[in-house]
């Protein structure tokens, strides 16, 4: 599934059967390679982080939840990084060749992993080989023989 496709989709309360958001942005966990929760807007409490785990399913139009009592306030953590933060970023290899910048990303709706990283030129890296993001650049371990 395509993490681009989810953004601004409601999310829907079953106990209330309400919507009590809709995905603003998503956060990435570096160290796992996978989503770790969601940014909402137009949340009813000030409370505007959905954690994966909270997460019922994924749908065609809606992402569900057991109950908005599973929002909470966003936690810090060292190797997370905001998707909006990453699209459009500069990608670098770890052998310092510079490649197109990121789209888009790909994960697994079940599980929350990345699976692929869409760029710019229409490749795409493999998520596993992701190693890092910051100010500067995303960071990808590059295959042997690539260039």
């Not at 929760?37 to 569900?64: E, H, M, N, Q, Y």
């Not at 079940?110 to 650049?137: H, K, P």
């Amino acid at each position: 599934m395509r993490l681009g496709a989810i953004m601004t989709r409601q999310v829907v309360d079953l106990e209330s059967a309400t919507t009590i958001g809709r995905v603003r942005d998503a956060t990435l966990d570096l160290e796992h390679r996978s989503v770790s929760g969601f940014v909402l807007r137009s949340s009813p409490s000030s409370a505007d982080w959905l954690p994966w785990g909270a997460v019922i399913s994924i749908g065609s139009d809606a992402i569900t939840v057991q109950s908005v009592r599973t929002l909470s306030e966003q936690p810090k953590r060292p190797r997370s990084v905001s998707v909006d933060d990453v699209l459009a970023s500069r990608v670098l290899s770890d052998r310092g060749v510079l490649m197109a910048s990121v789209t888009e990303f790909d994960f697994d709706a079940e599980t929350g992993l990345l699976t692929t990283i869409t760029l710019a030129d229409g490749s795409s890296l493999r998520a596993c080989d992701l190693l890092g993001s910051g100010s500067y650049a995303t960071m990808f371990r590059e295959k042997e023989g690539s260039t």
